[in-house]
């Protein structure tokens, strides 16, 4: 990339050729005032905000569109310039009823801070008073017309990042409006996913969030901090805005990187709701059908001469949140398997790690990484979607996969056993019993290898085994029902292998695992074999980010235990009726740690809100208990993210292989 020079303001400034006038601005901190521009959307150039002077040109130039010129001369705070904008802002309140009074952006709004900054203290326009919608039919967002500029960031984030293409524009001039699918109210869109993209890159009060409308406003805020959403392998990275100790607020935060900053659905609503619910605030003790409140010393008395007792006669257990973070695995790690001896140790979704776990065995044995970052999607020609919904399963995942069929042109093939996941777009749709699903992997494999397709059933499963054969860099996203049984992820894996799916970390499959941190609860804490469910045990300890329902097989073992020591931040049942000792828990915004996500990183959790309450983490729960059982908190060299993001061995050197024994 060749470098150029150019002035801006008189000051000599460097870019790369390509780089827009605002681009090389921004490099060198040079203010040029936006509206419709917004970093990892494409440029528009609709509201001309941005306009900036050149020597030698008679117009004014959007900055965002025009790319930077060698030896170009730029002026961007003339006098001209600033009378342009303010104009334009007058205009822009003139055509609509922007009465920042009544307006709960206002104090948060881009548009209002641009007029103070023009010092734009009235509008010499008559006022139109148009009187458009205010849609409230959305269960999250509110879309109130009548304070749009048409700067299209909602268009564009919808379309470019969230790959849903609910909304665009209708009509022309003053009339102009932003609509959702063919002109519908916004909840009753078939397309929208409920992201809430659009309303974070608004830079007016147009599309609000209604749950923060009234929280706080950015700029009231105390702090921002970024951390990771918890709920999903994903790991998208949040801003938490946080007010006189509570949550604001909850925000996507890395605009530049493959997912322009999106949160899904879960992350956006469930992440600030989740600190309004009660709490379990001190220790307690069952008594009958009720608790009592306890100290932790009498708690933890309790708890560790329980587990003590149990674990003499091989007869403990316990099963912890694939939200827990790196470092606890690694602590419950030492204390259940090096300390304790503990045979019975898992995970809520244990059932379907291991079979993730098995299923790839075979190829981190070869020193493979059997699997991708999940944004490899958008690098892909071929997307096959198995046993999968990712819209539901790892929802930024299911963007990148409308991304790249709906603008990057690439196709988009699914196996299910209910449904199509990505109705509409999908190229070739298999739907088949579950029982036929490991037996169409085992022929496609074969056919992509040989490029025999006799064997295969119908023309859909010949079309898809030509078009594997022909990908140049197919992506396999596997759901978390194929891995009811193991044999269907190594075969899917070799599916990759033949089908030449291979990237620089790891092989081309995703793994819809759904709690945050499972990649690394798969590497340490889940067993070889099931025991949930099937062992009658004397003490259980339960570790609970509450955060989502724990699974029903999980709860039955809770119910088949003697004795249950439960540690979870909410006061949810069926989870604390399950309990003889229930421990208080930080919840997710008052923890820290790291996370091995789908994204390729180890990513860190800060803590957004402090606890209120006196509260201890599972690193000190155990240096207690360990403590009172008498026994030595063993030091644990397993590293949860190992085999998770590096491949010993090139991944295009990776050899099929046959999973026999489930
Ligand atoms: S909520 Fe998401 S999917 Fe719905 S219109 Fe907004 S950006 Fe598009
Ligand atoms: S709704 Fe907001 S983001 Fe969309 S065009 Fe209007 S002002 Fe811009
Ligand atoms: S995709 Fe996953 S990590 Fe990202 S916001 Fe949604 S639940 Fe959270
Ligand atoms: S920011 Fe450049 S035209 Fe709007």
Redesign the pocket.
């Known amino acids: 990339m060749s470098e150029i020079t150019l002035t801006i303001d008189g000051k000599e400034c460097k870019g790369n050729a390509g780089d827009t006038i605002l681009q090389v601005a921004q490099k060198h901190d040079i203010y040029i005032p936006t509206l419709c521009y917004l970093e990892g959307l494409s440029p528009m150039g609709s509201c001309r905000m941005c306009v900036v002077e050149v020597e030698g040109s008679n117009k004014l130039l959007t900055s965002c569109t025009t790319p930077a010129q060698d030896g170009m001369v730029v002026f961007s705070k003339t006098e001209k310039l600033f009378n342009y904008r303010k104009q334009i802002l007058e205009l822009l309140f003139a055509g609509r009823n922007h009465f920042c009074m009544f307006c709960s952006q206002s104090g948060d709004c881009e548009l209002q801070r641009l007029a103070i900054e023009h010092g734009m203290d009235s509008v010499r326009y008559p006022y139109l008073y148009h009187d458009f919608d205010n849609d409230a039919t959305s269960e999250h967002l509110q879309m109130d017309h009548n304070r749009c500029i048409l700067c299209g960031r909602c268009i564009r984030v919808c379309a470019e990042k969230v790959g849903a293409h609910t909304l665009d524009l209708e009509q022309r001039g003053w009339n102009a409006k932003v609509i959702s699918d063919l002109g519908e109210m916004l909840g009753n869109s078939e397309t929208c996913v409920s992201c809430g993209a659009c309303a974070q890159v608004c830079p007016t009060g147009t599309i609000t969030l209604r749950e923060f409308v009234y929280r706080g406003r950015r700029n009231d805020c105390d702090e921002v901090v970024e951390s990771?959403?918890p709920?999903?392998s994903?790991?998208?990275e949040i801003k938490g805005y946080v007010r006189t100790g509570s949550l604001a607020r909850v925000e996507g935060s890395n605009l530049e990187g493959p997912d322009g900053g999106q949160?899904?659905h879960?992350?956006?609503w469930w992440l600030p709701e989740s600190t309004e619910r009660e709490r379990v605030s001190v220790p307690m003790i069952r008594e009958g059908s009720t608790f009592r409140e306890a100290s932790w010393e009498e708690a933890l008395e309790l708890a560790a001469g329980k587990l003590k007792a149990a674990n003499s006669k091989g007869r403990a257990g316990a099963i912890v949140s694939g939200m827990s973070t790196d470092e606890e695995l690694t602590m419950l790690n030492s204390v259940f398997k090096s300390s304790m001896n503990m045979e019975y140790m898992d995970c809520f979704s244990g059932n379907v790690l291991r079979g993730f776990k098995k299923g790839f065995k075979p190829f981190t044995e070869q020193g493979i990484r059997p699997f991708t970052a999940a944004h490899n999607i958008l690098e892909s020609d071929l997307v096959l979607t198995l046993e999968a919904d990712p819209q539901e399963e790892?929802?930024?995942?299911a963007s990148y996969v409308r991304v790249n069929t709906v603008r990057n042109g690439g196709k988009l093939a699914n196996i299910s056993t209910g449904g199509t996941p990505f109705k509409g777009i999908t190229d070739v749709d298999l739907n088949i019993g579950s029982e036929d699903v490991l037996d169409l992997l085992t022929k496609l494999v074969e056919a992509v290898k040989t490029g025999k397709s006799e064997t295969l059933e119908n023309a859909d499963a010949e079309r898809l085994a030509i078009m594997l054969k022909d990908a140049e860099k197919p992506v396999i996203v596997l759901g978390g029902q194929l891995a009811d049984d193991a044999r269907k992820v190594t075969q899917a894996v070799n599916l990759a292998i033949v089908s030449g799916g291979t990237f620089d970390d790891g092989i081309a499959t995703v793994p819809m695992v759904r709690s945050?941190n499972s990649l690394a609860a798969l590497n340490t804490v889940v067993s070889d074999e099931p025991w949930v469910n099937e062992v009658d045990l004397d003490c259980l300890f339960v570790s609970s980010t509450g955060l989502v329902p724990e699974t029903p097989e999980s709860l039955e073992a809770m119910s088949m235990s003697r004795f249950c020591i439960i540690q979870t931040p909410y006061m949810v049942n069926p989870l604390v009726n399950m309990a003889d000792v229930l421990l208080p828990a930080p919840a997710w915004y008052e923890r820290s740690g790291h996370f091995c996500t789908l994204e390729g990183e180890r990513r860190k959790i800060n803590v957004l809100v402090p606890p209120k309450t006196e509260l201890k983490g599972l690193s000190e729960i155990f240096g207690t208990i360990t403590e009172k059982m008498g026994l030595p908190m063993n030091s644990s060299d397993v590293r949860p993210c190992e085999n998770i993001y590096t491949s010993k061995v090139s991944p295009d050197k990776a050899r099929t292989a046959v999973l026999e024994e489930v």
């Open positions: 990771i959403c709920l999903c994903m790991g998208c949160l899904c879960k992350g956006r790892a929802p930024v995942s945050g």
